[in-house]
């Protein structure tokens, strides 16, 4: 079914540069090691134990958020993956960058700076501008082949994306080769029982999305997160708006989204549920609860559903053929509001169905909570890209990969 060129294409012993997607959690500084390395430490591994010159370009945060900070870190935590060295040069395409890249030997593995350090990185361009920037142009004559294992990034038209494949032959690794036929697989398939979508997470747009799209071939969709809050403003409950000036989780969504949220919840009333109640922080730093009726968005920053609402999607996700989760339901990272996260996941993790989590930070859960991967017909290390997956939205850098190999 692969429509591009893997990595098994490859000739001998290539200088090879490879896109990975290291964007990682960043807590106090600190890098989280978290699934996208060990999944990409499969490629990185069999590309160096074959003997090429591996180079590793990635991104992590956007200018302006604390998350964005250097790949010193990453080149750490991927070496512990690979068990081998990963060097690190704090250049992207400048004379010390270029200078580490050739004195490369067979089996090395350099991992350059943030690629979002460089400015012709990001602004959303086609592939045939970002092929003809300084970054492309100075980094392809060094290099005899180009492999896009971001998977998670191929919703983004940045020059580390879509503007090498237009001047280097083109490759898929081993993680976008995995999410892209687990992904498409999804999108195409047809189930006999009941298909339930479990959507939370921080952004609206990922719900109306797949309720646009995916609205008549699921059959219930079960929400929570953020995304919950807006319906339930929508439905009328005092939740749905930011209670801090400096926090921005709402207003804007809302503004932005407000009319179809309102169309959505109206039309398709009978398959969406909504919490029955939320849960929060007290003054004893403890978890409490209030039922939808009791909610107070001006004094409470609610946290995840509520135990009633656990107890109210446990038995859809049982009772159903297939279960497609993105986002998480609650703040998990804290163990007081994981229950709703977790709770869902374990439904899903002990039902026999066809079973896929979604999103970057929300597998995180899977092992934070003790859980087996392989409970699960897929886990996605995708959030933005796998919503546009299932969605059938185009993804720029995979396109590139198809159209190379044509
Ligand atoms: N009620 C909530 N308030 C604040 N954050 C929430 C809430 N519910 C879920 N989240 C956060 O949503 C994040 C995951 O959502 P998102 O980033 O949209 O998805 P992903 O990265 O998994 O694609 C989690 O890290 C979780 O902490
Ligand atoms: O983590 C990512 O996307 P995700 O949060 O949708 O999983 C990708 O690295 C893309 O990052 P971006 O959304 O800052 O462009």
């Known amino acids: 079914m692969t429509s591009f060129n893997t990595i098994d294409d490859l000739e001998a012993e290539q ?16 890098v989280q090691d978290n699934r996208r390395f060990s999944r990409h430490a499969k490629t990185i591994k069999e590309l160096a ?45 400048g004379e010390k960058a270029l200078d580490a890249i050739d004195a490369l030997e067979s089996g090395e593995v350099l991992l350059l700076e943030n690629t979002r350090m460089s400015d012709d990185e990001l602004p959303e361009e086609d592939p045939e501008v970002k092929a003809e920037t300084e970054f492309v142009q100075t980094l392809a004559p060094h290099f005899d082949a180009y492999i896009n294992d971001a998977y998670s990034a191929a919703h983004r038209k940045h020059a580390s994306l879509v503007g ?20 498409t697989a999804i999108a195409n398939r047809e189930f006999d029982g009941q298909v339930t979508m479990v959507v939370g997470g921080t952004k609206a747009t990922d719900v109306i999305g797949v309720m646009n799209t995916l609205g008549d071939k699921i059959d219930t969709f079960c929400l929570g997160g953020i995304a919950s809050h807006l319906f339930l403003r929508a439905a ?31 039309e398709r009333r009978d398959q969406i549920k909504l919490p029955e109640g939320l849960a929060y922080e007290d003054d004893n730093d403890e978890r409490a609860e209030h039922d939808n009726e009791e909610l107070n968005a001006a004094d409470y920053d609610y946290m995840d559903i509520s135990e009633e609402t656990v107890d109210k999607y446990d038995p859809i996700i049982r009772d159903s053929d297939a279960v497609f989760l993105k ?17 869902a996941v374990k439904a899903i993790a002990e039902t026999d169905c066809f079973s896929v989590i979604g ?14 991967e392989n409970a699960f017909d897929h886990v996605s290390i995708a959030g933005g890209a796998y919503i546009r997956a299932l969605t059938g939205d185009d993804l720029p850098g995979i396109e590139l990969l198809i159209d190379a190999a044509q």
Request: no cysteine; net charge negative; hydrophobic share 35%.
């Open 15 to 30: 200088r090879v540069l490879v896109r990975l997607d290291l964007n990682s959690p960043v807590e106090d500084g600190a």
């Open 49 to 93: 134990e074959a003997g090429h010159r591996v180079v590793l370009m990635a991104h992590q945060g956007r200018p302006g958020n604390d998350t964005f900070v250097s790949l010193d870190q990453h080149a750490e935590i991927m070496a512990g993956h690979i068990g081998r060295d990963v060097q690190f040069v704090d250049d992207i395409y």
């Open 164 to 183: 090498f494949p237009l001047v280097l032959p083109a490759f898929a690794g081993r993680v976008m080769e995995t999410e892209y036929e687990a992904n």
């Open 236 to 266: 009328g409950y005092d939740i749905g708006y930011d209670r801090h000036e400096n926090l921005d989780l709402y207003d804007t969504q809302w503004e932005n989204n407000k009319e179809i949220i309102q169309e959505l919840y109206e």
């Open 327 to 343: 986002g998480a339901l609650g703040v998990f990272e804290d163990e007081k509001f994981a229950a709703g996260t977790v709770g």
């Open 359 to 372: 999103g970057g930070d929300t597998s995180r859960s899977i092992e934070m909570y003790g859980m087996d």
